[in-house]
Nanobody, 118 residues
Framework: QVQLVESGGGLVQPGGSLRLSCAAS????????MSWYRQAPGKERELVAT??????????NYAASVKGRFTISRDNAKSTVYLQMNSLQPEDTAMYYC?????????WGQGTQVTVSS
């Protein structure tokens, strides 16, 4: 049974930091590209960051809106992907979702809420 369980969300003041975690099980984690998406109320879900291993090299990509502030990382031994979020702004408020993808296999977590407000 595939599971992706996000944690680490919460309420933070502008300029603050949070670290999201996504614990995976039920599939070969190291073989999958892992991503974080987010969806704000009334908006479409958007890709935040992706991390994948290609030929032993780790590649990461970020949305322009978070580049330089967010960092995605993974620990294959723990089957966990992280999203370190710094310098958070109110526009970062959203539900954050973990995604695992490999060819036509596509798995989603239930999400963790991040609210940036003073």
């Amino acid at each position: 049974q595939v599971q992706l369980v996000e944690s680490g969300g919460g309420l933070v003041q502008p300029g603050g930091s949070l670290r999201l975690s996504c614990a995976a099980s039920g599939f070969t984690f190291s073989s999958y590209g892992m991503s974080w998406y987010r969806q704000a109320p009334g908006k479409e879900r958007e890709l935040v960051a992706t991390i994948l291993n290609v030929g032993g090299i780790t590649n990461t990509n970020y949305a322009a809106s978070v580049k330089g502030r967010f960092t995605i990382s993974r620990d294959n031994a723990k089957s966990t992907v992280y999203l370190q979020m710094n310098s958070l702004q109110p526009e970062d408020t959203a539900m954050y979702y973990c995604n695992a993808r490999r060819y036509n296999y596509d798995y989603w977590g239930q999400g963790t809420q991040v609210t940036v407000s003073s």
